[in-house]
């Protein structure tokens, strides 16, 4: 099959449509992209969902085969645990050729398992790993691409706005790259969230601060404390399945994942308190929006009696 010359004339087909999701569904209809999307909440009362999508007029589905007619190429943008389970729904409804970029944090392992389906259906498995934050970057976000399909998808991909770099023609190499990272990055989210909370309960948060300045003094803590409690309140249950995909990366190669499991229950218990209103409405404006951090570890505090289970 002869994909259009100009990648910008091509049908994109987003499967999931959270924050990711909708940051690349604007980006590309900004541009005048075709834009379709899959999401498994469609029907099922998300008001915000169907009103973004409506919006930026893209049509959202709640099936695989519907959202996939036509495409070209498919961005699969779902939860850590979902990467396979989406692979193997989109290829039964595949054709010929089209690309299909999996940016989700899994495992090299996962990934290779969503590879071989989509690429028995006779798709181009391209591996993405993206290596930090979307938001501010948004689609210009640092991207590695791996696998055999990953160069002949790089220039589409520039000419969309993606700021991609093939990492590595082996499969799985990019994602453990991210996956290490992650060890570190959403470790040091939950560390600096227990840390913080529990020097806050013995009122010692102004020293331990000061200490981390001095061990650290290009990082300003009591900014980065805030955005770490903002965004593991937010997406706790998104880091915490990511946090688990790290900790298969760290055992496949024998090693026990002590850290990797250990951050990935602390995010599964921030998301138990989001979801039980710790921290407020979800949707309230001002849910995990602090500009300072003690506010958050203070709803912690005075719910110290919700058992806790790291």
């Known amino acids: 099959m002869a994909l259009p010359e100009n990648p910008k004339h091509w049908r994109i087909a987003l499967v999931g449509y959270g924050e990711v999701g909708r940051i690349l569904a604007e980006d590309l209809r900004a541009q005048g992209v075709l834009v379709s999307a899959c999401d498994l909440k469609v029907g099922a009362g998300d008001t915000a969902l169907a009103r973004h999508a409506g919006d930026f007029r893209v049509p959202i589905f709640g099936d695989h085969a519907t959202t996939l007619e036509g495409a070209d190429l498919v961005i699969s943008a779902v939860t850590a645990s979902q990467t396979v389970v989406a692979a193997q729904s989109c290829s039964l409804s595949f054709r010929k050729d089209v690309f299909f970029l999996d940016l989700n944090s899994a495992s090299p392992g996962a990934k290779t398992v969503a590879a071989e389906m989509i690429d028995s259906a006779g798709g181009r498995f391209v591996e993405g790993a993206v290596m930090t934050s979307v938001p501010p970057y948004r689609s210009k976000v640092p991207m590695l ?5 990953a160069a002949a998808l790089e220039p589409a991909l520039k000419a969309l706005g993606f700021a991609p770099r093939v990492g590595d023609e082996r499969l799985g190499v990019v994602s453990a790259t991210k996956m290490c990272r992650s060890v570190m990055i959403k470790g040091l989210e ?17 020293a331990v601060i000061a200490s981390l300045h001095e061990t650290f003094p290009g990082i300003d803590w009591e900014k980065q404390g805030s955005y770490f409690f903002q965004r593991v309140i937010e997406h706790g249950r998104r880091r915490a399945e990511e946090m688990a995909e790290a900790a298969q990366t760290v055992a496949e190669m024998g090693l026990v994942p002590l850290s990797a499991a250990g951050s990935a229950e602390r995010d599964s218990w921030m998301a138990d ?32 009696k919700i058992k806790d289970t790291p």
């Open 190 to 206: 939950a560390m600096v969230i227990e840390s913080f909370t529990a020097a806050r309960a013995h009122g010692v948060e102004d």
């Open 273 to 304: 308190c989001a979801d039980a209103g710790i921290f407020g409405r979800r949707d309230s404006a001002n849910f995990a929006r602090s500009p300072d951090w003690r506010t958050e570890a203070d709803r912690i505090i005075a719910a110290s």
């Open 145 to 149: 691409l791996g696998g055999p399909h």
